[in-house]
């Protein structure tokens, strides 16, 4: 039950992004509920700028929390991810960092741990939203992950 097995079973997840990228976050919150088949709602204003809600299984009533907030950044974009499972005892965050990309994994079995991945965003504007929007748009997912994204957007919004 490595990390990818554990992509079925999240019980939710935070995007964190420039306050002007929320379209960004939306792209790949719906990219994310698509690929695994989650049924989506329109996200709710809370907690001033943040958007929160819920996506749901199609196996079950299980859902999954969602929530967008916007992180001081010097540059647009998305600034990371967090994932979390079984009852939030197990997270993995990705975060934009000055050489790379910082990771930080919390689990039972193996306490807190984090680490740079290298040259994984080399400082650039936007680099990790841009490679987001760049692998989507050669990818056959990208319309249902545009589909997903407009089902997260706030009720009038």
């Given at each position: ?29 719906g ?97 990790l ?5 760049q ?14 994204a407009?089902?997260f957007?706030p009720?009038?919004?």
């Amino acid at each position: 039950w490595g990390r990818r097995g554990a992509l079925a079973s999240l019980d939710g997840f935070t995007i964190r992004h420039h306050a002007s990228s929320t379209a960004s976050a939306l792209l790949l919150a719906g990219w994310l509920a698509s690929r695994l088949g989650w049924e989506t709602r329109p996200l709710q204003p809370a907690d001033g700028a943040a958007l929160c809600g819920r996506a749901y299984t199609g196996r079950s009533s299980r859902y999954i929390a969602v929530r967008l907030e916007p992180f001081e950044q010097d540059v647009p974009g998305l600034a990371g991810v967090t994932v979390a499972w079984d009852e939030d005892r197990y997270k993995l965050s990705l975060d934009r960092a000055e050489g790379g990309l910082r990771a930080h994994e919390c689990s039972p079995e193996r306490g807190e741990q984090s680490w740079l991945v290298l040259g994984a965003s080399r400082g650039e504007g936007g680099i990790l939203g841009e490679g987001v929007r760049q692998a989507l748009l050669r990818d056959p997912t990208y319309g249902p992950a545009l589909r997903a994204a407009m089902e997260f957007c706030p009720d009038g919004g």
